[in-house]
């Protein structure tokens, strides 16, 4: 079955404890990106990759990294979590065909950080 | 950058009307326009995608157009039912393969 998954889906965590959410997709794709989804703001884009060791930034990219060491995985990094990361985050993937290709979704990470 | 309005934001009905949500941006530089489903807590459908060619797509009760020049996109649900209740976004594919995102339309059908 294709699909994109994310881990953990759920997560509470202290200030300033590093941590790392995973995102995995079977489908080949070449384009992978984090979103995080906020009451009020909708879904931003935070990091975006177009294929391996290729990474550029997205709409609120501060306090977070990614790497993309693998065509499959793209993990978000969140070094020095503060509150105000406490959001949903999704992981995103597609063929990068420009213009007919479906965005997939991951299930969502909720992430607390107190 | 672009900008993305979706109207209207909430909408309660009785099952069976026919709908319309509206959705509307600022830069028609657009690869595609996507529409997706959001179930509260969990994450996003899609169900739609319209190529900046073309001017609609349907998918069994659902049919979107997209009209680029003007930045508009409409999403019709046909007979609505009680199980489409959800948030409904749309988002223009632009620059970098980045979807840009409204603020969604609470959709709640009645039985």
């Known amino acids: 079955e294709a699909q994109v998954t994310q881990n953990p889906r759920y997560l509470i965590t202290v200030t300033g404890k590093k941590l790392t959410v995973t995102c995995s997709q079977n489908m080949n794709h070449e384009y992978m990106s984090w979103y995080r989804q906020d009451p009020g703001l909708g879904l931003r884009q935070i990091y975006y990759s177009m294929n391996v060791e290729v990474t550029d930034k997205g709409d609120v990219p501060e306090g977070y990294k990614v790497s993309r060491k693998e065509k499959r995985n793209f993990p978000l990094i969140l070094e020095s979590p503060s509150p105000n990361q406490t959001s949903l985050y999704f992981c995103?993937?597609?063929?990068f065909g420009r213009g007919t290709d479906t965005q997939y979704f991951g299930p969502g990470t909720r992430l607390t950080v107190l | 950058k672009q900008e993305v309005t979706q109207i209207p934001a909430a909408l309660s009905v009785p099952e069976g009307e026919n709908l319309v949500l509206n959705c509307s941006f600022t830069?028609?530089?657009?690869?595609?326009l996507q529409w997706f489903r959001q179930d509260p807590g969990k994450g996003l459908t899609s169900l739609l995608l319209?190529?900046?060619?073309?001017r609609e797509q349907t998918s069994g009760r659902l049919n979107a157009s997209l009209d680029k020049s003007s930045g508009r996109s409409t999403l019709y649900i046909a007979a609505s039912q009680p199980g489409d209740s959800a948030t409904y976004l749309c988002a223009p594919l632009g620059a970098g393969n980045m979807l840009t995102f409204g603020g969604g339309t609470r959709l709640m059908v009645k039985p």
């Open positions: 995103a993937s597609s063929s």
């Open positions: 319209i190529q900046s060619s073309q």
């Open positions: 830069d028609s530089a657009i690869y595609n």
